[in-house]
């Protein structure tokens, strides 16, 4: 089974950047949606974005398009998200997914594999 592993949170200053990383062990993701998820204290897991797909097909969730983006390294191994621009209201523990492909792939139950989370926070 693929093992998705997070890394690139931490603390950041409102305006300032931060890549986030997701590297797969196991096997290839490239028929895999990946998506990256963030959750705040007290709100849904919400989607912030995912790729998939040959050629590639990237969504944004409103929020954050403009601001993030997310890419795939050409060994299909590592998933990034850019994030730019940061806000107050960006602060979460992020996570990213992997889930067969769907329709969209924008719901959190249709991705079964899940990294164990890293926490962003911005501060203002």
């Known amino acids: 089974q693929v093992q998705l592993v997070e890394s690139g949170g931490g603390l950041v200053q409102a305006g300032g950047s931060l890549r986030l990383s997701c590297a797969a062990s196991?096997?290839?993701?490239?028929?895999?949606?990946m998506g990256w998820f963030r959750q705040a204290p007290g709100k849904e897991r919400e989607f912030v974005g995912s790729?998939?797909?040959?050629?590639?097909?990237?969504l944004y969730a409103d929020s954050v398009k403009g601001r993030f983006t997310i890419s795939r390294d050409s060994a299909k191994t590592t998933v990034y998200l850019q994030m730019n621009s940061l806000k107050a209201e960006d602060t979460a523990v992020y996570y990213c997914?992997?889930?067969?492909?769907?329709?969209?792939?924008?719901?959190?139950?249709?991705?079964?594999?899940w990294g164990q989370g890293t926490q962003v926070t911005v501060s203002s």
């Open positions: 790729i998939r797909g040959y050629p590639v097909y990237i």
């Open positions: 196991g096997r290839s993701i490239s028929s895999y949606s």
């Open positions: 997914a992997a889930g067969v492909l769907r329709s969209r792939n924008i719901l959190p139950d249709e991705y079964d594999l």
